[in-house]
């Protein structure tokens, strides 16, 4: 089992002190190959806005950096984890700048078949803030969010505050563990057949103004009439019948934007 570690902490501090803790009670439940990506070591270049990573794939983006290493390196896991500190009620710089430099896969989601897990350390406040964010981003890439946990970290830790962190820590890695032992995805929620069945409806539109969008879609067969889900998983009814609708929302209002075309600048 590959599971690739990307810290967005500049040091290594208690960020990198829970993620070790975390390493150790997975190893005891099963046989784990850990690789450690420190973002601040990653010559990562920051995003330019060009939008020529949604427009023509993300192999025609300007930034010549790790970006290609880091993204083989996703796809070689069995599972994340996405460890960051709070800093100014967010991620770290280094963990936004990773993310930005893969937005293409807000666009273009491929992690399917795996698992993720967040860890956010935080010394007063910030964490239920910054996990549900990472918990979007993970989601919208396609990973399956099988652990969470959420550590405060201020100076001095007191006794009772270590031993929380500490249950905290195994009962994620204890979800983790289980879940990577599951080869099924988790059912789907609402969000997630509106989510997919909203981009359906605009990319349909869009194979002449973001065709590295569009023909990703048309390969991976979800444009094709029946499509329900990215995956082959069950889709309630319900939901589906509110995705649908929520497909041919986006699909009118993308075209009604491509026939008005671009407006001046006020």
């Keep these: 089992m590959k599971i690739l570690v990307i810290i967005g902490s500049p040091r290594k501090g208690n960020t990198f002190r829970a993620c070790e803790d975390l390493c150790e009670v997975m190893t005891r439940e099963i046989p784990v190959e850990f690789e450690y990506l420190w973002l601040k070591d990653a010559n990562l270049l920051p995003c330019k806005g060009c939008l020529t990573c949604f427009s023509?794939?993300?192999?025609?983006?300007?930034?010549?950096?790790d970006a290609p290493i880091i993204a083989q390196k996703l796809n070689d896991a069995d599972g994340v984890i996405f460890a960051t500190p709070v800093?100014?009620?967010?991620?770290?710089?280094?963990?936004?700048t990773f993310i930005d430099r893969f937005s293409y896969c807000f666009h273009r989601p491929r992690f399917f078949d795996k698992k993720a897990l967040l860890l956010v350390t935080a010394g007063v406040l910030g964490?239920?803030?910054?996990?549900?964010?990472?918990?979007?981003?993970?989601?919208?890439?396609?990973?399956?969010?099988?652990?969470?946990?959420?550590l405060l970290t201020a100076e001095p830790v007191s006794h009772s505050l270590a031993i929380k962190n500490h249950e905290e820590i195994a009962r994620a890695a204890r979800d983790f563990v289980s879940s990577l032992q599951r080869p099924e995805r988790v059912r789907l929620g609402l969000y997630d057949v509106i989510v997919f069945h909203g981009q359906r409806g605009a990319f349909l539109q869009l194979a002449e103004v973001s065709p590295a969008d569009y023909r990703y879609w048309k390969e991976k067969g979800w444009l094709d009439t029946g499509a329900k889900y990215f995956t082959d998983v069950p889709v309630n009814p319900l939901y589906l019948a509110v995705g649908r609708v929520v497909g041919w929302i986006s699909a009118r209002q993308i075209r009604k934007d491509l026939e008005e075309g671009p407006g001046e600048n006020p």
């Design 56 to 65: 023509q794939g993300e192999e025609r983006c300007p930034n010549h950096d």
């Design 87 to 96: 800093y100014g009620l967010n991620v770290t710089g280094q963990m936004k």
């Design 127 to 150: 964490n239920e803030d910054v996990l549900k964010y990472l918990d979007t981003v993970a989601r919208l890439w396609g990973f399956s969010v099988a652990g969470k946990a959420g």
